[in-house]
Structures are given as C-alpha cells and as structure tokens.
C-alpha cells in the first residue's frame, strides 16, 4: 500500500509489560514523527526522525518511552514497564521532507494497559 | 500548556448549512497552519493549509481564514455534506520546526 501502515492496530497488555509499535512510513519520505492521542486530548508529540539525523525526542513523556528508526524507514516505538496513563493511541506520520508540514498518518495503535 | 486551543468539543449542522469550526493560538511565532479531519479508526488527513503571509485560503467547499491580530482561525465548509461528519483538528507550527503543535479537536456532525 502507499500509505503509512501501523501495527498492530490494536494492543491490551498488563501494568508493567513492556510493549512495542511498529510503524512503515512511505516510501521516499525522509520524515517520520510519533504521536499520541489520549481521551479528550489533542495529538502530543513525542519524537521525530529526518534522515540520519540525531532524533528529536523532546516530546517523549518518561525514560520509559524510546523509538529507534532503522535504516531510515521502519520505526519502533517501545514503550517499557507501561502504566495505565499510557493508555492512548498512538499514532505514526511521515512526510517528504523537513519541517513538520502536512503530515500523513498511519490508523493508529490503540494501546490499552489494564 | 495547550497552545492551540478548540474550545467546542462538537457541532452540529444540517446538510447544505454552513460549518464554521474555530481554533485559537497563543504562540505569536506559529506561522504555518492547517487543518486535519479524522474518521473513526482512520488516521488524521490533511485536509487545507495557510501561512501567516495571507488571511484566507480556499479549497472547493473548504476555506481557512486567519486573523493574526487575534490568533484565531477557522474553516469553513460550504455547503457541508453527511460525509463531512468528522472530527477536524486545528494544527500549528513554525517554520521549519520539528513539531506540529494539535488542538483537541471538533467533533462535526452533519445532519441529513
């Protein structure tokens, strides 16, 4: 498919577990950003990859969060001993180039920690 | 620290009608922004942008307009659609920066 795709769509784990979401940018764009959507909250930033650039991770919320973006497609997003205010979904977008103009999203990780 | 803001969670509007849905900004230095509709279980998409050079920018039944003085912009749809039911997130960023800045979006719903 052409666009960005998101796995899995959906993830319950326990308190504690580590979790990890995987995202495929399109092909060709250099720019790849996370964020998440918790209940009644706007998209929060978390990180963003450009190129082979060193990542922006301003946005990451704890130690907790960490991303990786290897060969500068594919990225993981893992999530270590998450706590029930992870509960969100998360969402994966890339773009062609730098700035964060007219990002196009993936559906999504609905990530639930009970 | 929300710096766009969408302050009506939803609206509803009858097919054919007008839906104007707003959005306010704190930061004086946002110079790019744009505007997102989300379906269930989709992600965001684009939908229609503007920069802080011009007021107004249109796009079929779509059109942004933006008041710098007042931080405040908003879409407007004309005439709106079922299909248009949606939420739309207002977003921001300044150029060349690395982060889209969302608001928490409007649940549109329009009326058959």
């Known amino acids: 498919g052409a666009g960005v795709s998101q796995s899995p769509s959906n993830k319950v784990t326990e308190k504690g577990k580590d979790v990890e979401l995987r995202c495929d940018p399109i092909?060709?764009?250099?720019?790849l950003y996370w964020y998440r959507q918790s209940l009644g909250q706007g998209l929060e930033f978390l990180i963003y990859?450009?190129?082979?650039?060193?990542?922006?991770k301003s946005g990451l919320p704890s130690d907790r969060f960490s991303a990786e973006r290897t060969g500068g497609s594919v990225s993981t997003l893992t999530i270590q001993r998450t706590q029930q205010e992870d509960s969100a979904v998360y969402l994966c977008?890339?773009?062609?180039?730098?700035?964060?103009?007219?990002?196009?999203f993936g559906s999504g990780t609905q990530l639930s920690v009970l | 620290d929300q710096q766009v803001k969408q302050n009506s969670p939803s609206l509803s509007v009858q097919e054919g009608r007008i839906s104007i849905l707003n959005c306010d900004y704190t930061?004086?230095?946002?110079?790019?922004f744009l505007w997102y509709k989300k379906y269930p279980a989709e992600g965001p998409t684009f939908l229609i942008s503007i920069s802080s050079i011009k007021d107004k920018n249109e796009d079929g039944r779509f059109t942004v307009f933006l008041n710098k003085s007042a931080k405040h912009l908003s879409l407007h749809i004309v005439p709106s659609q079922p299909g248009d039911s949606a939420v739309y997130f207002c977003?921001?960023?300044?150029?060349?920066?690395?982060?889209?800045?969302f608001g928490t979006g409007t649940r549109l719903t329009v009326i058959p």
């Open positions: 990859f450009q190129g082979n650039s060193a990542p922006d």
């Open positions: 977008a890339s773009s062609k180039g730098q700035g964060a103009e007219k990002l196009f």
């Open positions: 977003a921001a960023s300044v150029a060349g920066a690395n982060n889209l800045f």
């Open positions: 092909s060709g764009h250099t720019a």
């Open positions: 930061n004086s230095m946002f110079d790019y």
